[in-house]
Nanobody, 115 residues
């Protein structure tokens, strides 16, 4: 079992910043993929950013240059630093792990950006 717990969501004005954290527990592999997805109201869940144990990172075009994903394997933690937030960044943000052919999801943390 892999369990993921997110924190750091909240309400922020456009142009502001938030930092999300996700702590994973269970059996975590160094070669897994970890990341963040989000789901805006009435929309499908979409990729925000992923990071591998080797340091390969992918960002959605909509967040590139504004968000930074990082991984601290000693603490089984990933973070998402979100700067220059826009109203369209509003949604529930989910921590994600992919390993051994299985996907794991956190419960989500709400991010609301007011404009």
């Amino acid at each position: 079992q892999v369990q993921l717990v997110e924190s750091g969501g909240g309400l922020v004005q456009a142009g502001g910043s938030l930092r999300l954290s996700c702590v994973a527990s269970g059996t975590l592999l160094r070669g897994n993929v970890m990341g963040w997805y989000r789901q805006a109201p009435e929309k499908q869940r979409e990729l925000v950013a992923t990071i591998t144990g080797g340091g390969s990172i992918n960002y959605a075009d909509s967040v590139k240059g504004r968000f930074t994903i990082s991984r601290e394997d000693a603490k089984n933690t990933i973070s998402l630093q979100m700067n220059s937030l826009k109203s369209e960044d509003t949604g529930v943000y989910y921590c994600y792990v992919y390993q051994l052919g299985r996907q794991y999801w956190g419960q989500g943390t709400q991010v609301t950006v007011s404009s």
